[in-house]
C-alpha cells in the first residue's frame, strides 16, 4: 500500500481501471470534454498535492479560487481526467498542456463525486456492513461502543471518525470526522482489502449536507439526539435536523437498509417518523422511566469506578443485562444505541454485549490521575446540552464541589456561546471560562460571550459562586487544581481527545489531558525539589556518560523515572537529560565526534531517561538525537531544538515536556545551556531546585 504524493493518506494496494465513458454513464448528467477514449482511471481526489498516476482530479469551485486553477499541479502528479464545472473547463482548457486532457463536466460536480468515487474504488461499501451514527453528542462513544460490540463477534472491524481511523485498532490516516468522499471511498476500500467485515462510522451533518458519503451503502443508520450545534452554518435548528434526516429520509441516495433512532427526546421522535415514512425497519431505542422504544431500559445501578449496570428489554421480549464502563444516563444511551445498532446488523446480541465492558472512549469523562485527592476529569462537551449532562453526571458521581475550565470555539456558532456560559454556572461551583480553539477571532470577544452567559443565569438556578476569566488555557487548568480540595471534581471541558488549540490561523500542540496531568503531578509533589546534575565547563562525552550513571543512583533513592515507578496512586517522577554538544579533548574529526554523541544519545536511553532533549544545530547534536530515537524507537520523547531558549519554549509550550518537583535532570552542553534552563526552572516555572553536589 502506499501513501498519497504530499499527505499521508494510504490508498489500496490494487484498484480496477475504470473508463471515461463508465463514470460518465454512473454520473449522469455529465457531459465529456476531450479525448477519452482509452483512459482509465484508478484513484480519485480532491487536493491536486495528492494527485497519484491515474487519478481523477475533481476540481470543485471554491469560495476564492477554483480548483481547476491547479489543473497543471494535478497534472504534474499523475492525473488522467478531470472533473468540474463549465467554468472549471474553462480554465483547463487554457493550459496549453490540457487542451485535449478528458474532462468530465457537470453543473454540481459535487454532487456527483461521492458516486463517482465509489465506483473508482469498486464500491468497498457494498462488501461492508457499514453503520453510521449521526446526532449532535454521543456519536464518537456509540462508535466505540459499537466497535467494540463487534469485536466481540469475532469481526474485523474498522472505525472512521472524530477521534481518527483505524482498523481493529491500528490506526489509518485520515482527515476530518467524515473525510471528503475520494478519501472516503479510497479509506473503505483499503479496510476491505485488509480484511474488514464492517466499518462504524460518524456521519456529521457537514458530511451530509457537502455529499461527503454520497456513494455510500448504510447498513444500519443509528440516531443518537439533537441539540442545538453547527448553526453557523445551517443557520436553523431545522436546517439541521433536515441534514442529519439525509441517513434516513425516503428521497435520500444514502438512506440506511435499517434505522435505529434514539426517541429520549423530541428531535429523536421526529427522526423515527421520517425514518418510518422511507418503508425501512425502524427500531427505536428509549431509556428514561415509561420510555416506548422497541430497545428500552428497565433498570441501572452504579457498578464502580464510573461503571453501571444495565437491564434492558430487546423488541422481541427478551431481557439483557449490560455493564456499561462509562458514567451517565446519555452513556446508557450511547451503550444501548450501539447495541441495537449492532444487533440490526445481525450478530449475536448476547456476545455483542459482552464487549462492552472493556471500553475506553478517549476525551469522553476521561479520568487523569496523578495521586490527587479529587477527581479530575478531561470531556468533549463543547455543546450546551452536552455540558449539562457530563455536569449532572459528575455531581451524581460526588458530594463535592465541581470547578470546571471551558471556552467556546471560534468561527463557529456564537448563539451557543452563552448557553456554554450559563450550562457552567448552573452545573458548577467554579466557572474559568478560557480560550478554547479562537481560530480567528478576538479570543477575549468569545470568552465575554461565554461569561454573559453565566452572568445572566438566574440565583435560584445557578450553582456558581465563583466565575473568572483566565485566557491562558494552561493557566486556567492549573488554577482549578489550584482550588480543588478533597472529594472535589475538576471537568476540563471542550477539547477532549485533541491535541493542539487553533489560535489566529496556528495550530499549537496542546493537549487538555497531559497538561491537566502536568498540573495535578506539580500539585502532589509540590514540597519537593527539582534535582538537577550540571557537567562541569568542558565536560566531555565521557564526563556526561558519567553523569547519566550519577543520575540513576540520585533516580535510585528519589523514585524518579520508569524504572523505579510504581503502580498505586502515588506521584509520577520522570528523569530528564539535557544534553548540547560538548568538546572533544581528542581532537577527534566530525565524523568520529558524530558517533560519540550518537553512543551518548544511546546511552541515556539505556538507561532510562523518560525525556531527552538535544540542543544545537549542529549535525553533532543532530546525531545525539538520532541515537536516542533509534535506540528507543520513541518519537516525541526525543525532542532537537536549536537553543537553550529553544528548549525553554519546548518546555513550556510542548504538552508532557514541563519537569516538575521531584524529578531528577541531568544537563551537560555549553556553559549558557545550564544557566539558562535554572533561570527557567527556579524563576519562571516556580520550581525548588537541589542542585545535586558531585
Not at 432 to 454: L, M
Amino acid at each position: 500500500m502506499h501513501a498519497d504524493h504530499g499527505s499521508h493518506t494510504v490508498r489500496p494496494r490494487t484498484t480496477e481501471p475504470v473508463g471515461i465513458a463508465e463514470l460518465a454513464q454512473r454520473a449522469g448528467d455529465v457531459h465529456v470534454d476531450g479525448l477519452a477514449d482509452g483512459v482509465n482511471v484508478t484513484g480519485a481526489t480532491l487536493r491536486a498535492q495528492s494527485c497519484a498516476p491515474g487519478d481523477l482530479f475533481a476540481a470543485m469551485p471554491g469560495r476564492s479560487r477554483h480548483g481547476a486553477e491547479f489543473v497543471e499541479q494535478a497534472l504534474d502528479a499523475g492525473a488522467v481526467a478531470v472533473l468540474t464545472d463549465e467554468a472549471g473547463l474553462a480554465i483547463v482548457r487554457a493550459v496549453g498542456r490540457a487542451a485535449h486532457l478528458p474532462v468530465l463536466v457537470h453543473p454540481d460536480p459535487r454532487s456527483v463525486l461521492g458516486a463517482l468515487s465509489s465506483r473508482v474504488y469498486g464500491d468497498p461499501s457494498s462488501s461492508l456492513t457499514l453503520i453510521g451514527v449521526t446526532g449532535t453528542s454521543g456519536k464518537t462513544t456509540t462508535s466505540y461502543l459499537a466497535e467494540a460490540a463487534l469485536r466481540a463477534t469475532g469481526a474485523s472491524v474498522g472505525i472512521v471518525g472524530t477521534t481518527g481511523s483505524r482498523l481493529d485498532g491500528e490506526p489509518i490516516p485520515s482527515e476530518l470526522t467524515t473525510p471528503e468522499a475520494p478519501d472516503l471511498q479510497r479509506l473503505l476500500a483499503v479496510m476491505l482489502e485488509r480484511g474488514a467485515d464492517a466499518v462504524v462510522m460518524e456521519v456529521s451533518s457537514h458530511a451530509l449536507s457537502l455529499g461527503r458519503v454520497d456513494g455510500c451503502r448504510f447498513a444500519v443508520g443509528a440516531f443518537t439526539n439533537l441539540s442545538q450545534d453547527h448553526l453557523d452554518y445551517h443557520k436553523t435548528m431545522g436546517e439541521y435536523f433536515t441534514a442529519k434526516a439525509r441517513l434516513f429520509a425516503a428521497d435520500s441516495g444514502v438512506r440506511a437498509e435499517r434505522a435505529v433512532v434514539c426517541v429520549d427526546d423530541e428531535w429523536g421522535s421526529r427522526m423515527a417518523a421520517v425514518a418510518a415514512d422511507s418503508g425501512r425497519r425502524v427500531v427505536t431505542v428509549s431509556t428514561g422511566t415509561g420510555g416506548t422504544g422497541g430497545w428500552r431500559v428497565l433498570a441501572t445501578a452504579p457498578s464502580g469506578q464510573g461503571s453501571q449496570r444495565v437491564r434492558a428489554v430487546d423488541p422481541t421480549g427478551a431481557e439483557h443485562d449490560l455493564l456499561v464502563p462509562l458514567p451517565g444516563a446519555y452513556n446508557v444511551a450511547n451503550a444501548l444505541l450501539a447495541v441495537a445498532a449492532v444487533a440490526e446488523a445481525g450478530v449475536d446480541v448476547d456476545r455483542a454485549i459482552d464487549g462492552l465492558a472493556q471500553v475506553s472512549v478517549p476525551g469522553r469523562v476521561e479520568k487523569i490521575e496523578r495521586g490527587q485527592d479529587f477527581l479530575a476529569v478531561v470531556d468533549y462537551a463543547h455543546k450546551p446540552a452536552a455540558v449539562n449532562a457530563v455536569l449532572a453526571t459528575l455531581a451524581a458521581q460526588s458530594s463535592g464541589r465541581i470547578g470546571v475550565v471551558l471556552g467556546a470555539g471560534g468561527d463557529r456558532d456564537t448563539e451557543k456561546r452563552p448557553l456554554m456560559g450559563e450550562a457552567a454556572a448552573r452545573g458548577a461551583d467554579l466557572v474559568i471560562v478560557t480560550d478554547d480553539n479562537p481560530r480567528n477571532e478576538e479570543p477575549a470577544a468569545i470568552r465575554a460571550a461565554v461569561i454573559a452567559g453565566a452572568d445572566r443565569t438566574p440565583g435560584g438556578e445557578r450553582r456558581a459562586i465563583d466565575v473568572r476569566e483566565i485566557g491562558d488555557r494552561r493557566a486556567a487548568i492549573t488554577a482549578a487544581v489550584e482550588w480543588a480540595e478533597p472529594g472535589d471534581v475538576v471537568l476540563v471541558a471542550g477539547k477532549g481527545h485533541e491535541t493542539g488549540q487553533e489560535i489566529a490561523g496556528v495550530t499549537h500542540p496542546f493537549d487538555d489531558r497531559l497538561v491537566l496531568a502536568d498540573a495535578l503531578a506539580a500539585r502532589t509533589t509540590s514540597s519537593e525539589p527539582l534535582h538537577v546534575l550540571i557537567a562541569d565547563s568542558g565536560a566531555d562525552v565521557a564526563d556526561a556518560k558519567r553523569l547519566l550513571r550519577e543520575m540513576v543512583a540520585v533516580a535510585a533513592e528519589s523514585g524518579a523515572g520508569s524504572q523505579h515507578r510504581g503502580t498505586g496512586d502515588e506521584p509520577v517522577r520522570r528523569t530528564w537529560a539535557v544534553f548540547g554538544e560538548l568538546p572533544d579533548p581528542e581532537c577527534l574529526d566530525d565524523n568520529a565526534r558524530a558517533v560519540a554523541h550518537d553512543g551518548l544519545g544511546r546511552q541515556a536511553v539505556r538507561v532510562a531517561v523518560d525525556k531527552i532533549i538535544a540542543v544545537g544545530q549542529t549535525r553533532i547534536v543532530r546525531a545525539l538525537h538520532q541515537g536516542a530515537v533509534m535506540e528507543g524507537s520513541w518519537g516525541d520523547e526525543a525532542a532537537f531544538v536549536a537553543t537553550p531558549a529553544d528548549a525553554v519554549e519546548h518546555m513550556r509550550t510542548e504538552p508532557g515536556y514541563a519537569p516538575g518537583p521531584g524529578d531528577v535532570a541531568v544537563v551537560a552542553g555549553p556553559d549558557d545551556l545550564a544557566t539558562t534552563l535554572l533561570e527557567y526552572w527556579q524563576n519562571r516555572a516556580g520550581l525548588q531546585v537541589r542542585i545535586v553536589d558531585l
